[in-house]
């Protein structure tokens, strides 16, 4: 018999909520997050006292106390690296590291909530120091209370741009300059979609003053086109896009004198463990690319496998908890314990409530969708696959040799092998397959396996092949 | 990029120099905070590297912390910690 009825992996809003809702109807329900506790990337645990305020550190306060008053065992600090049917009882085995090293579980149903990493597309110069991700920025601002340099060019696209420009300033830090591949158009089509969220999108209206006021220069259908330092960034170079990002050829670029680049393209649903599994998954490049194919209520094409969460869909943090919700009430309508009645009527005000969070989230979502530009304008020697260092040129001359698919282009290239499985790489080789003329489907979504994330060697215990762990090699010197 | 406001200092050591960190802080946060960004090499051309997605991805955060290698990204500071890059970019 499985020790759980359902198991969730990721303790984000959309996790969270699922697992208080499930308890409440009497699921045994284990959460799992690798982070010290819930709260996912929206609302984390602040690391330290200095690092509270605002709506979002309220909201994941009120998280945090719902979880400690239900009935779910957590599970934090663990890192789930392996999913499979279990082989003892109908069902999912689980493996996880944490701090006592390796833990395997058994659970009637599974439901991935594992939210996003964040896609940033190349360009020449990026693996410099003092290069972060966008995302990767609100993390040093709002939970390590760290400046990503003193002078920052803030560059991309999405909402996340503002977000990062203004924290920067919070703390005292200059944005040299906000480059944004969307113009105004761009996001004068994100309105409605922002009329649903009138708060949110005055606090977005409210950021942009506050630039305004500082000072800080702001650069629309521009992109970055290279970064220049030695150890470190010194100076970044920008210039205006073309409607499909591609550079400009007409105008001249300009270079920027900073110490930091914080650069994102959107984010990146973290679909590994339904892949893993093998639901079926469909490309839709405006939700994040391959995603679980899903019903109304997140039910995978598999008995009890559940998705939601951006991780399912990017729908953004307040359709989150309500995507997470109705997947609880999904699975335990199918273990037997709620009735169809009580499930319609529970399900049918999340789903209203669900739809209406969607429309800020597909619009936000919508600006970050990948344009051919991107990669077509990339330099041959910039570096695409920043674990196996491979360039641009690299990458183009195995597709130009008949690379047709993720999977051949790893095979001829090592693309997607390092220790990040993918998840800075596959966006790069996927938008690179299609410009060479490939449809989605030939390309192919990513193929997962496990671990699911880096596991620390240190961390593992009890049988397990080390050979399989993709970290760095770590040579002394 | 000090990091001003509240919080208890600890100290720990990078390569043999002793510098503070706010109680909480990741261990690749204080060294940025400290003006250390080259943490790793790059696997082909040893060029130099530094955290990029502060979440566990990337792994060019990548240090010895007391000995063990970890993504120092998501390792929390703790007092009189030991930390070495493998590899010193130069
Ligand atoms: C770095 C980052 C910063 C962001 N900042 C903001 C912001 O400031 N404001 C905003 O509105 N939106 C932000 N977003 C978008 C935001 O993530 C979502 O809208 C919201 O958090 C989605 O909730 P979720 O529950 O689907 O996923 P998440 O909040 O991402 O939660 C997923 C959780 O799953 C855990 N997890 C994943 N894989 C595993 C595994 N294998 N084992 C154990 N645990 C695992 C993660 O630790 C995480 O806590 C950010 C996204 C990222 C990636
Ligand atoms: S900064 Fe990417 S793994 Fe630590």
Do not use: N, Y
């Given at each position: 018999m499985s020790e759980y009825d359902l198991a969730v992996v990721g303790g984000g809003p959309a996790g969270a909520a699922a697992a208080i809702e499930a308890a409440g109807l009497g699921l045994r329900c284990l959460l799992f997050d690798e982070g010290s506790d819930a709260g996912g990337q929206v609302y984390r645990p602040p690391a330290f006292a200095a690092a509270t305020g605002g709506p979002d550190a309220a909201a994941g306060a009120a998280l945090r106390a719902g979880l400690a008053g239900s009935a779910v065992e957590r599970a934090f600090g663990?890192?789930?690296?392996f999913a499979g049917p279990a082989a003892e009882a109908a069902g999912f085995e689980l493996q996880a590291v944490g701090p006592e090293g390796n833990r395997r579980v058994t659970a009637r149903a599974l439901l991935a909530a594992a939210g996003t990493s964040e896609r940033v597309f190349p360009c020449a110069g990026w693996t410099l120091p003092g290069v972060t991700g966008l995302a990767a920025a609100t993390i040093l601002l709002k939970s390590?209370?760290?400046?990503?340099?003193?002078?920052?060019?803030?560059?991309?696209?999405?909402?996340?741009?503002?977000?990062?420009?203004?924290?920067?300033?919070?703390?005292?830090?200059?944005?040299?300059?906000?480059?944004d591949l969307n113009g105004p158009a761009d996001w004068l089509a994100a309105l409605p979609g922002l009329a649903a969220r009138p708060d949110l999108a005055l606090r977005g209206l409210g950021w942009l003053a506050r630039l305004r006021r500082a000072g800080v220069p702001l650069y629309t259908r521009w992109g970055v086109r290279a970064v220049s330092g030695r150890e470190a960034v010194e100076a970044v170079e920008i210039g205006p896009v073309?409607?499909?990002?591609?550079?400009?050829?007409?105008?001249?670029?300009?270079?920027?004198?900073?110490?930091?680049?914080?650069l994102g393209?959107?984010?990146?649903?973290?679909?590994?463990?339904?892949?893993?599994l093998g639901a079926a998954h469909a490309y839709r490049p405006e939700a994040g690319g391959w995603l679980p194919v899903l019903d109304e209520a997140g039910r995978t094409s598999l008995p009890l496998l559940y998705a939601a969460g951006d991780g399912a869909r990017l729908l953004g943090a307040g359709a989150a908890p309500l995507a997470g919700r109705l997947a609880a009430l999904a699975a335990a309508r199918d273990l037997g314990r709620l009735s169809e009645a009580a499930f319609a009527q529970r399900a049918a005000p999340l789903r209203r409530r669900l739809r209406r969070a969607a429309r800020f989230g597909t619009a936000m979502a919508r600006l970050c969708t990948p344009r051919p530009g991107l990669v077509e304008g990339l330099g041959a020697?910039?570096?695409?696959?920043?674990?196996?260092?491979?360039?641009?040129?690299?990458?183009?001359?195995?597709?130009?040799?008949?690379?047709?698919?993720?999977?051949?282009?790893?095979?001829?290239?090592r693309c997607g092998m390092g220790p990040c499985g993918g998840r800075l790489c596959n966006a790069t080789a996927h938008a690179l397959l299609a410009a060479a003329?490939?449809?989605a489907a030939e390309i192919g979504a990513p193929s997962a396996r496990p671990p699911l994330r880096p596991v620390p060697l240190a961390a593992l215990t009890g049988s397990f092949d080390y050979a399989d762990v993709p970290i760095r090699e770590l040579s002394p010197r | 990029m000090t990091v001003?406001?509240?919080?208890?200092?600890?100290?720990?050591t990078f390569d043999g120099v002793s510098l503070e960190a706010i109680a909480g802080q990741s261990v690749a946060a204080a060294l940025w905070a400290a003006g250390f960004r080259a943490l790793a090499r790059a696997p082909r051309s040893g060029a130099p590297r530094g955290p990029f997605c502060a979440m566990g991805v990337c792994q060019d955060c990548l240090l010895l912390v007391d000995g063990v290698a970890v993504e120092s990204?998501?390792?929390?500071?703790?007092?009189?910690?030991?930390?070495?890059?493998?590899?010193?970019?130069a």
């Open positions: 663990h890192r789930v690296w390590q209370k760290v400046l990503p340099g003193r002078r920052v060019v803030v560059a991309g696209c999405g909402p996340l741009l503002p977000l990062v420009a203004v924290g920067i300033l919070e703390l005292g830090g200059a944005v040299a300059a906000l480059v073309e409607a499909d990002w591609r550079p400009s050829r007409q105008r001249p670029a300009l270079r920027i004198e900073a110490d930091a680049l914080c393209h959107g984010l990146l649903p973290a679909s590994e463990l339904t892949r893993l020697d910039a570096v695409a696959c920043r674990c196996e260092e491979l360039t641009r040129g690299e990458l183009g001359a195995a597709i130009a040799a008949g690379a047709g698919s993720l999977a051949a282009l790893k095979a001829a290239t003329g490939r449809s | 001003p406001g509240p919080g208890r200092r600890l100290r720990f990204c998501r390792v929390a500071v703790r007092e009189g910690l030991v930390v070495e890059r493998p590899e010193r970019p």
